[in-house]
């Protein structure tokens, strides 16, 4: 069977007007995208922002209300037999065997890809060499450690060498060394020629990942691009971040100072503000410092961060979010 041909050469999926309705409940909402082949891509968005059902349509396990996917140019409604041997997925909820070691759980899933027998056990030996397990091949799953939980995981969706990797927040619940050690892998999967697709509501994750990203909110892409294109997106933008003794309570005071956007003063009493004209806020600001007699114990002044990216991008469409920011 060969790719119904809607898709160019370089495209890894393509997904057009895709939707999904739970009962009458919009979940995914007529979206539009591509990942290109040897892309990471993020989906970037808060907790129901509809990343796991967009994930679970692209790889079939979940009927597409409306619209239409193509992986590697097959059409999900009518092509399924073929994606699946083009694709893994790692989804949110493990399904591999607590009692099974390492190896066991692999060698299944090898079985159950339609992996050759003969080929079987040098693959999943690889895989568990890739992904550091070599030594707890025979250490049951249930054994492991989240983080290694979490690579098993990820070898069993490679055991078919799949092209492309769906990956549902591959690295929630783990601590900061898990979650790098799972970040490497991606990118090492990643460089040995793998598309990932990645789900995340961690914004440093997106943006130290992913090639591009596409941002969700309620069923909708709501921003597209490159990390650099999505800080463009408020470039300009400046953030001076100022302690001073004593500490200042109101932001009102700053209303009057020219080339400043937004005034925020944290539980710590520092002062973070969003300016567009560096010069004029920054004499503005010292004028005020100056004026009320105020000593400076920390000024600093840097460019909008991922995390000022995204409250901008989603300060336009609502306020109220659940993006994750940090290492948690
Ligand atoms: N099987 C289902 N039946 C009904 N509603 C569902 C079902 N699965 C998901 N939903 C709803 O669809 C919306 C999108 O859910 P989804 O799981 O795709 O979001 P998500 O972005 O993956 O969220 P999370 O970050 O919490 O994993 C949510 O409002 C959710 O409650
Ligand atoms: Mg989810």
Request: charged content about 30%; overall charge positive.
């Amino acid at each position: 069977m060969s790719p119904s041909g809607c898709c160019s050469l370089h495209d890894a999926i393509v997904a057009e007007k895709l939707t999904k309705y739970y009962g009458d409940f919009l979940a995914v909402d007529h979206i539009s995208f591509r990942v290109r082949r040897g892309e990471i891509y993020g989906f970037l968005g808060p907790n129901g922002a509809g990343k796991t059902t967009t994930v679970r349509m692209l790889c079939g396990l979940t009927r597409i209300s409306e619209g239409k996917a193509y992986i590697y140019g097959y059409d999900i409604n009518r092509e399924l037999v073929a994606i699946k041997k083009l694709i893994g997925v790692v989804q949110d909820i493990s399904n591999l065997y607590m009692e099974l070691s390492c190896y066991d759980n692999l060698m299944f899933c090898a079985e159950m890809y339609g992996v050759p027998r003969n080929k079987r056990k040098e693959r999943v030996m690889d895989l568990l060499s890739f992904f550091g397990l070599e030594d707890r091949k025979h250490v049951k799953f249930k054994e492991l450690s989240k983080g290694l939980k979490r690579r098993l995981a990820i070898a069993a969706a490679l055991v078919h060498e799949p092209k492309l990797l769906f990956l549902d927040e591959p690295t929630i619940g783990l601590d900061v060394k898990s979650k790098r050690q799972i970040w490497n892998f991606i990118r090492k999967l990643n460089e040995e020629g793998i598309t990932i697709f990645l789900t995340t509501h961690n914004i440093y994750e997106a943006f130290r990942l992913c090639n591009r990203i596409a941002i969700i909110n309620r069923g909708k892409i709501i921003a597209e691009g490159t990390p650099t294109e999505l800080r463009k997106k408020v470039s300009g933008n400046k953030i001076i971040e100022l302690q001073v003794s004593p500490p200042i309570k109101k932001s009102a005071i700053f209303d009057s100072v020219d080339g400043i956007i937004d005034v925020k003063i944290g539980h710590d009493n520092t002062i973070c503000i969003t300016i567009d004209d560096t010069i004029a806020a920054l004499e503005g600001i010292l004028r005020m410092v100056k004026k009320l007699n105020l000593e400076i114990i920390m000024l600093s002044l840097r460019g909008a961060d991922a995390e000022d990216v995204f409250i901008k991008l989603i300060d336009k469409t609502e306020k109220n979010i659940g993006f994750s920011t940090g290492d948690d």
